[in-house]
């Protein structure tokens, strides 16, 4: 089975659920509504996705820290397909948000010139010839408008601390489902050739949200990559291939799973020349098995610097039902009833000693790993 992968930078759970196309994609396909990303932006979120691991442990855990990936310790959903005979392709925003070994060939787009859909398509012509020849192929797609659209209009233009932009709420909402509405027909067109040429018989494709955006939630945070709340720690992913099941998982689950699920559905082996990811395969989920996942991640809050550290600074543990937050930057700590308050306004920190406690460990059990 050959494999594609969507990457949809920045897109948000709550425009998914609602989108013209996206609706009927994942009435379709293995849709996992809450899958917590590692890291609420692109660089780390994706070197989780690809390595299967906690960045903490793999080495990416900031915006400056791609050189650090232990590449040589976890082997990548690249590295894996290249090592099984897979041609890899892949065209993305720029050399640095992905593990690269095991490319055959990565392409960088120009984010503000290109056309993403005439090149993505291009390259789905392009892959359809390795199957015709008899090639298994790997191809990498990220859609990359969302995240350019927010940069020239919102990080460029106002300051995380704006009143313009946290006063302006429903326009900033205007300005996002702009942007969203054109990735959804993006993904349309590309799906719709995918099917029109016969590539999903014989290819998973998997979409991912990497990570959501704020449409000013809480002030401090314009975009994404400071706090660890759910409108941009809440990810998705979906799984499309006839031999899956058309379900909608609401159940907590990671991205770093994403991997391991892959393996799985492909039956490539694990390599146990390198460490043991920190992921699990969701496909137990779809067989009515389901043991609770609970998901770590970490942010750095830039504060009045302009600049994201060096090392993150926000770190966050979250349950079903519970989210843990330690700020590290300042020692502060919080804590959301996330069923009874999904927009996290309610900190409960000092009220739920217990669960604070427990929740604490674990944070500090996964963070000093």
């Known amino acids: 089975m050959n494999l594609i992968f969507i990457t949809i930078d920045g897109a948000r759970l709550d425009r998914i659920i609602n989108g013209n196309f996206y609706k009927k994609f994942i009435d379709k396909s293995t849709f996992f509504s809450k899958t917590i990303t590692y890291a609420p ?3 780390a979120a994706m070197h989780a996705v690809f390595s299967g691991t906690y960045g903490n442990k793999s080495g990416v855990n900031s915006y400056w820290s791609t050189p650090d990936f232990k590449k040589n310790e976890y082997k990548t959903l690249v590295k894996y397909l290249h090592d099984a005979g897979y041609v890899t392709l892949g065209d993305s925003i720029n050399k640095l948000i992905l593990p690269k070994n095991g490319f055959d060939e990565l392409t960088i787009h120009d984010e503000l010139s290109d056309n993403l859909t005439e090149r993505h398509l291009s390259l789905l012509s392009k892959v359809n010839e390795l199957k015709n020849n008899g090639k298994n192929f790997f191809l990498y797609l990220h859609y990359s408008n969302i995240h350019t659209g927010i940069m020239e209009k919102v990080l460029k233009k106002y300051d995380n601390f704006s009143e313009e932009y946290f006063s302006n709420k429903i326009e900033n909402e205007r300005f996002y489902d702009t942007l969203f509405e054109n990735a959804d027909k993006y993904l349309e067109e590309i799906i719709t050739k995918c099917e029109n040429i016969h590539l999903t018989d014989d290819t998973l494709i998997v ?3 990497d990570h959501g955006i704020s449409i ?5 945070e314009r975009a994404y990559g400071v706090f660890c709340y759910d409108y941009t720690l809440n990810a998705t992913s979906v799984f499309y291939h006839n031999s899956l099941s058309k379900i909608h998982i609401k159940n907590q689950v990671r991205s ?4 391991p699920t892959i393996l799985d559905i492909l039956k490539i082996p694990i390599d146990e020349n390198y460490l043991k990811f920190d ?7 779809l067989n009515g098995e389901n043991p609770p996942r609970i998901a770590f991640s ?6 009045n610097s302009g600049k994201p550290p060096k090392e993150p600074n926000v770190w966050a543990v979250r349950t079903d039902d519970w989210k843990f937050i330690f700020n590290v930057h300042d020692g502060t700590e919080e804590l959301y009833n996330l069923q009874n308050d999904p927009n996290e306004l309610n900190n409960l920190i000092d009220i739920e000693p217990e669960i ?3 929740l604490r460990l674990k944070l500090n ?3 000093s790993r």
């Open 41 to 43: 932006y692109t660089i």
């Open 207 to 209: 979409v991912i949200s």
């Open 216 to 220: 000013g939630e809480k002030m401090g």
């Open 256 to 259: 770093i799973d994403i991997l």
């Open 279 to 285: 992921g699990q395969s969701l496909i137990p989920i």
């Open 298 to 303: 970490q942010s750095g809050n830039p504060l």
């Open 356 to 358: 604070s406690t427990k």
């Open 365 to 367: 059990e996964l963070e």
